[in-house]
């Protein structure tokens, strides 16, 4: 009996002990706890929850990469951009990661005959994409995984990850490049599919459907026009605007909202794999500081 009243007894005091050791921590200390429900746009969080942001990521931030160019007769020139914020953003709804703001400087040149266009330099593109992933890292994101909504970037990219090994960066560039599934999902009805075509229109039917004029799809042509007679293995500059000079390829009429459904879903899945898997990598930094380290004295680099 007398154990029972002394055992809870000092439960109590326990109890007391613990809750004014609590109520002693400093209130910024308590107002630096990070709330429940991080936003994850980088524009939305206030400073402090940027750095809680940073550490719930675990240093994993998401470079939204879009561009302004004509889609078609139907759909908007901002196409791609809205297209990659609405997978990138749910993707991180679901894998925590901070989203970078709106960005679209990337490779278009081939669409500067068509309105509304940007199309920024060649130099300004690469200087801008640097500063940027340079200044996101200073800001502690330390993997930075670039998820690209544009076709014409496919070459862009992997050269600018490529070209980061030319001098240290505390961080490591990730791109992820996939916005199609290869197969399942509703059947296609068509063959030719490159832009704003049927996968695209149909995508565009869920991230943005007040913004898609399907009646207008079939005022121009998306067919394959195969001007230039090259072997397949020859690369010119010049080959889009050969094959497609309405900057448009396949036929948007044939979108459906499933198919929107189906693929937006893909995409959105395939990006939150992609976030784990570089939350996981532990690999890359440290080979990537290695390689920068040997290629200070490459003559002492043993075989
Ligand atoms: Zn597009």
């Not at 002990?17 to 630096?32: E, H, K, T, Y």
């Not at 690999?283 to 200070?296: C, D, G, R």
Request: charged share 25%; aromatic share 8%; glycine share 6%.
């Amino acid at each position: 009996m007398m154990t029972n009243i002394r055992r809870r007894a000092l439960s109590v005091l326990s109890i007391l002990v613990l809750s004014s050791i609590l109520n002693s921590q400093p209130a910024s200390a308590q107002a630096a706890t990070s709330p429940a429900k991080l936003s994850v746009h980088w524009e939305e969080l206030t400073a402090s929850d940027f750095r809680d942001g940073v550490r719930r990521s675990q240093r994993t931030c998401l470079l939204p990469f879009g561009i302004l160019e004509k889609h078609g007769p139907h759909l908007p020139l901002g196409t791609d951009l809205l297209d990659v914020r609405y997978a990138a953003l749910h993707a991180a709804e679901e894998e925590y990661a901070i989203v970078f703001p709106e960005y679209y400087f990337g490779q278009i040149a081939e669409a500067k005959h068509e309105p509304g266009t940007m199309a920024y330099s060649r130099s300004l593109q690469l200087a801008l994409l640097q500063e940027t992933t340079d200044e996101m890292a200073r800001n502690g994101c330390k993997k930075i995984l670039i998820v690209n909504g544009h076709g014409g970037n496919q070459h862009l990219l992997p050269y600018f990850a490529q070209s980061q090994l030319d001098k240290p960066h505390d961080y490591v560039v990730y791109i992820f490049d996939e916005r199609t599934p290869q197969h399942g999902g509703p059947a296609k009805k068509t063959t030719i599919d490159m832009h704003a075509g049927e996968s695209e229109t149909s995508k565009m039917m869920i991230s943005r459907p007040d913004t898609v004029h399907q009646d207008r799809a079939t005022n121009e042509s998306g067919a394959d026009q195969a001007r230039q007679k090259l072997p397949e293995d020859v690369y010119t500059g010049i080959w889009w605007y050969t094959r497609f000079p309405n900057h448009y390829s396949g036929d948007g009429s044939a979108a459906t909202k499933e198919l929107g459904e189906y693929q937006m879903k893909w995409w959105i899945d395939s990006v939150v794999k992609a976030i784990r898997a570089v939350k996981v990598d532990d690999v890359s930094l440290k080979l990537q500081n290695e390689f920068y380290e040997k290629s200070a004295h490459p003559l002492d680099t043993q075989p």
